[in-house]
């Protein structure tokens, strides 16, 4: 592999599920190596005294009303805004490596991101969380079990804590070693970055 792409993300974001979308494609078009890095956003934002873009109204209209649905044209992906949004995704996020240590990681994020932006689940609710983890094949009571460790609890803030440190502000945050590309709005960036190595 060339490259490694760290890409820094949490469930709750819409952007972060485009940037999802794409991410995997461009890895393979360039040789680079694609790592998803689970976060907890809300920390990221409070600990950076940053705000999401919701609490700005006219930001939050516009990201929604025009931004969004241009992208998701451009890149000919399903999307359907989550109605309970914005959601709690302590739990989901811990799920990540819950998964990793039950060797499903890859496929448990995209049944998340599949359940929250194309299904509008309320992944929040811990039954339809465990139906939407059963139908796809991935043991949802021991993601639950598993997600109540400290071990479990203590990687998700010391990934948390990491992306702090290299300067995330926000999600999706993509690193190409100490490059930061924030937002998925900066694909093309990422692109010419991978072209040039």
Known sequence: MSKTIEFYFDFGSPTAYLAHTQLKTIANSHN???????ILLGA???????????SVPAKGRYLMMHDLPRFIKRYGVKFKMNSFFPINTTALMRGCFAAKELGVFEHYV???YDAMWTKSFNMGDETIFLKTLSDAGIDGKE?????QTESVKDALKANTNKAISKGTFGAPTVFIDDDMYFGQDRLDFIEEALKQA
Do not use: C, G, H, Q
């Open 32 to 38: 680079a190596e694609l790592v998803y890095e689970p």
């Open 110 to 112: 995209d049944t998340v």
């Open 44 to 54: 990221v934002l409070k600990e950076t005294k940053n705000s999401a873009p919701a």
């Open 143 to 147: 993601i639950l079990s598993l997600i």
